[in-house]
């Protein structure tokens, strides 16, 4: 058996490491018992994530990004959770940048964050200053803040020893990325839960890739998250993200369980049923014929 972390899904005791926003009627139990399971909901669903592609090994080093919205805040908390009863060791450390986003309220991450009994580094990049002096007027800025932001993660990262960078991308973000893919790009490509970085540098975990967005925004409201918004910069949200985004929520609500179906796909390729070359060898197909027809007229004649 590798050292890969292995949880035990069927671990749902709860060992909450923060209180829960307190509920409005604290005599609620039908409220609490809800909380509870959404919150073991959520720990099944990144254990087996974790487990499933071996994302955290015995003595990594995590770094968790944290933005500062709701899905950072729910993976820190659901790590911090499970790495109290993982049967590996692993240690955290969450990083958040600072962009220099006018009005980004510095002090409210430090704040979070120093009541946790976790490392923390706030990094301080302008990345805001070179994303506006390079995207064209009218032109969404998005796509180059990413790519900076992405960059001064993964060096920093590198700097500070972290063997794993999480992010905290869920189910919904990789379908949407499939779906933009497929309609813009004209490739069949998602969001993988664990990725190498193209350089070969640092490896990327998303553990919430199992986790509803639905679920994640309801563990962030009941946890009173000190969420900070991501337009602080005055970009327009990303129209062509939004406009799937809108289009997945619609077939969720007419067609429950389609989303769930449609990551299953994602984990259920079947390269021979689609028609990319460099996946499966068409042009042998009538070698494999011939080896087959072989084979049956020999298991034929065996005495
Ligand atoms: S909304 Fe602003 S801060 Fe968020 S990714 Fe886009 S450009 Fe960057």
Redesign the pocket.
């Known amino acids: 058996m590798p050292d890969a972390l292995m949880f035990d899904p069927r671990d749902t005791a709860l060992r909450p490491v923060a209180d829960p926003a307190t509920p409005s009627d604290e005599s609620d139990a039908a409220d609490k018992r809800a909380f509870n399971k959404l919150q073991k909901r959520l720990r099944r669903q990144v254990g087996n994530a974790i487990i499933d592609y071996g994302m955290i090994h015995e003595g990594d080093r995590v770094m968790v990004c944290l933005s500062g919205g709701k899905d950072s805040y729910t993976l820190l908390e659901i790590l911090r959770n499970l790495q109290r009863n993982a049967p590996v060791n692993f240690s955290l450390v969450a990083v958040n940048l600072d ?1 220099k ?1 006018p009005g980004f309220p510095e002090h409210v991450l430090p704040e979070y964050l120093d009541k946790l009994d976790v490392e923390y580094h706030i990094l301080e990049r302008d990345t805001y200053s070179v ?1 506006k002096e390079k995207t064209p007027e009218g032109k969404t ?2 796509a180059l ?2 790519r900076l932001r992405r960059g001064s993660l993964y060096g920093f990262a590198e700097e500070i020893g972290a063997t794993k960078v999480a992010l905290g991308h869920h189910r919904e973000d990789i379908l949407e990325t499939l779906f933009l893919n497929m309609f813009f790009g004209g490739s069949l490509k998602a969001m993988p839960p664990k990725l190498l970085s193209d350089d070969g540098k640092n490896m990327v975990i998303r553990p919430l890739a199992y986790c509803r967005e639905a679920d994640i925004a309801e563990f962030a409201r009941r946890m009173a998250f000190p969420i900070i918004p ?4 005055g ?1 327009q ?1 990303n129209l062509q993200r939004q406009v799937v985004k809108e289009m997945l929520a619609e077939w969720e609500t007419s067609h429950p369980g389609r989303l769930e179906s449609m990551f299953k796909a994602v984990t259920n390729v079947a390269p021979s049923q689609l028609a990319d070359r460099e996946l499966f060898d068409f042009a042998g197909l009538e070698e494999k014929q011939a080896r087959l027809n072989a084979d049956r007229i020999a298991l034929h004649n065996e005495p």
Not at 230 to 233: A, D, I, K, R, Y
């Open positions: 962009q986003q994303v800025t998005c803040c990413s991501c337009n602080l910069c970009s949200p």
